[in-house]
T-cell receptor, first 112, second 112 residues
């Protein structure tokens, strides 16, 4: 079983729709949580950190449920430019080091 | 502010040859990470430097891979001798705190 699991998609939704992704993680010692987006043949770019209290950045809302060990990302009023792969990333610290584990990504395609 | 840079962007070598990848982190970022994405798989952690010290190299596949970060600035990742299964995209990331990480554009390595 992978440590970070995501639905690979693809999600194909019309412009203006609301779309939600979920991600589950198996290691309860995980301490930090992120969503990255990756465009085709590009590097991952940090979209947002995810906190227990939830956080919002414009059209994007991220939630963390520690009890159930899942993270969600909600995109409202989706734009064509939102088409990308969304990577769920989970981190944990041990000793003086930190390690992050990537999910395999969820592909999103927004159609006009 | 300049982002993480990587060189070369693309390298094609024959099995058995040596390749050295370079990463220049964002200035002032003590944390530097190497990752690899093999086609069709998720991004996998290779190792983590804090300044010039290796904090975690548990993700290095085998002893054909050698990473250095002399002086705590740029880092190199050498593969010697390269094998076919080493093909993939090698990403470098840096972080000021060990939390959010900022990725370089990657080096696409093809071993033929």
């Amino acid at each position: 079983r992978k440590e970070v699991e995501q639905d690979p998609g693809p999600f194909n939704v019309p412009e203006g729709a609301t779309v939600a992704f979920n991600c589950t993680y198996s290691n309860s010692a995980s301490q930090s949580f992120f969503w990255y987006r990756q465009d085709c043949r590009k590097e991952p770019k940090l979209l947002m950190s995810v906190y227990s209290s939830g956080n919002e950045d414009g059209r994007f809302t991220a939630q963390l449920n520690r009890a159930s060990q899942y993270i969600s990302l909600l995109i409202r009023d989706s734009k064509l430019s939102d088409s990308a792969t969304y990577l769920c990333v989970v981190g944990r610290r041990y000793s003086s080091a930190s390690k992050i584990i990537f999910g395999s990504g969820t592909r999103l395609s927004i159609r006009p | 502010e300049a982002g993480v840079t990587q060189f070369p962007s693309h390298s094609v070598i024959e099995k058995g040859q040596t390749v050295t990848l370079r990463c220049d982190p964002i200035s002032g970022h003590d944390n530097l990470y190497w990752y690899r994405r093999v086609m069709g798989k998720e991004i996998k952690f290779l190792l983590h430097f804090v300044k010039e010290s290796k904090q975690d190299e548990s993700g290095m596949p085998n002893n054909r891979f050698l990473a250095e970060r002399t002086g705590g600035t740029y880092s190199t990742l050498k593969v010697q001798p390269a094998e076919l299964e080493d093909s993939g995209v090698y990403f470098c990331a840096s972080s000021p705190s060990g939390r959010e990480q900022y990725f370089g554009p990657g080096t696409r390595l093809t071993v033929t």
